[in-house]
């Protein structure tokens, strides 16, 4: 009797052990250090994102009235900081009578996101 518990502890432990594991390698790595967003360079950027960009650094003055308000980054997919860090600009998309999906998102340390899928995904630019 002592040994089959014995057997059934070591069995259980082992499945245990193996779950954990399992559950460990299939989530995604995400490092807040550098967000969740991969790397774009800005040579490979639309020639409008480059337009907006520049807009940014020279303060507007911005083609929508809601270029510059806070982002919320409600969905996680940038690093976390609190709320007010970030702010978000439309990229002009030709051919679009409304502000379209394109953004770049700004934050307080002087780094721009890109994103053409409407805060889905996000690329660090590079410039």
């Known amino acids: 009797m002592q040994i089959r518990l014995r057997v059934l502890i070591v069995a259980w432990l082992?499945?245990?052990?193996?779950?954990?594991?399992?559950?460990?390698?299939?989530?995604?790595?995400?490092?807040?250090?550098?967000?969740?967003?991969?790397?774009?360079?800005?040579?490979?950027?639309?020639?409008e994102a480059h337009q907006t960009l520049a807009l940014i650094k020279d303060g507007g003055p911005f083609p929508y009235s809601r270029d510059g308000v806070v982002f919320g980054n409600y969905e996680k997919r940038l690093p976390l900081h609190q709320r007010g860090y970030y702010r978000e600009y439309t990229v002009i998309t030709p051919g679009r009578r409304d502000r379209g999906a394109r953004r770049i998102v700004t934050g307080r340390g002087d780094e721009y996101y890109y994103t053409d899928d409407h805060y889905r995904s996000f690329k660090r630019i590079r410039e």
């Open 14 to 47: 082992v499945i245990w052990s193996a779950l954990g594991l399992a559950r460990e390698n299939s989530a995604p790595q995400v490092d807040l250090q550098q967000g969740a967003a991969g790397w774009v360079l800005l040579a490979d950027l639309p020639r």
